[in-house]
Nanobody, 123 residues
Framework: QVQLVESGGGLVQAGGSLRLSCAAS????????MGWFRQAPGNEREFLAI???????YSAASVKGRFTLSRDNAKNTVYLQMNRLKPEDTAVYYC?????????????????WGQGTQVTVSS
């Protein structure tokens, strides 16, 4: 069982930055691939980035170059650094954990989810 708790969301002006954190419980954190998603009102949950258990990362084209994912296995924490934020980045941001590397952009492939943290970008 893994419990995930996101933090770091808030209100920021367009062009600003935020760093989201996702703290995980459990001793097998390093075994999980950790993903970040977001969901805006009326929209489906959107894949943003993933850090695989081996340490490699991948970001969706929609955020590549602005969002950077990193993880610290010693702290059981994964981070999402978000720069040059835009009003359209406003959403609830979720981290999620899965075993394996397949179907990484699919919501249904993740086993555990955090409660989400709100990010609001004002224009």
């Amino acid at each position: 069982q893994v419990q995930l708790v996101e933090s770091g969301g808030g209100l920021v002006q367009a062009g600003g930055s935020l760093r989201l954190s996702c703290a995980a419980s459990g001793r097998t954190f390093s075994s999980y691939a950790m993903g970040w998603f977001r969901q805006a009102p009326g929209n489906e949950r959107e894949f943003l980035a993933i850090s695989w258990s081996g340490g490699s990362t991948y970001s969706a084209a929609s955020v590549k170059g602005r969002f950077t994912l990193s993880r610290d296995n010693a702290k059981n924490t994964v981070y999402l650094q978000m720069n040059r934020l835009k009003p359209e980045d406003t959403a609830v941001y979720y981290c999620a954990a899965k075993i394996g590397s397949d179907s990484y952009s699919r919501v249904s492939s993740y086993d555990y989810w955090g409660q989400g943290t709100q990010v609001t970008v004002s224009s």
